[in-house]
């Protein structure tokens, strides 16, 4: 099994930037993919970002050069940082490690962008 802690939610304003932190641990090396998703009150769950194994990434188009997904294999651990935040962007942050057979979810990170 594949444990996640995220980190890095708050309260921030409009055009400012936070670093979203997902430490993995467990049996990491049957993950095929980690993924970073939100879900806003009322709305549904939806793909922010992902990196896969061998480092490809893909972006939700609203997000797509103002967000970054990257990892430090090192530390087991997925970051997104994200750039210029709009209020859209507010939403509880969820982490996800993807293998072949299920999908691990981590806790949700609130991030509040104020206008």
């Known amino acids: 099994q594949v444990q996640l802690v995220e980190s890095g939610g708050g309260l921030v304003q409009a055009g400012g930037s936070l670093r979203l932190s997902c430490a993995a641990s467990g049996r990491i090396f049957s993950i095929n993919a980690m993924l970073w998703y939100r879900q806003a009150p009322g709305k549904q769950r939806e793909l922010v970002a992902e990196?896969?194994?061998?480092?490809?990434?893909n972006y939700r188009e609203s997000v797509k050069g103002r967000f970054t997904i990257s990892r430090d294999n090192a530390k087991n651990t997925v970051y997104l940082q994200m750039n210029s935040l709009k209020s859209e962007d507010t939403a509880i942050y969820y982490c996800?490690?993807?293998?072949?057979?299920?999908?691990?979810w981590g806790q949700g990170t609130q991030v509040t962008v104020s206008s």
């Open positions: 990196i896969t194994s061998g480092g490809s990434t």
């Open positions: 996800a490690a993807a293998t072949i057979a299920t999908t691990t």
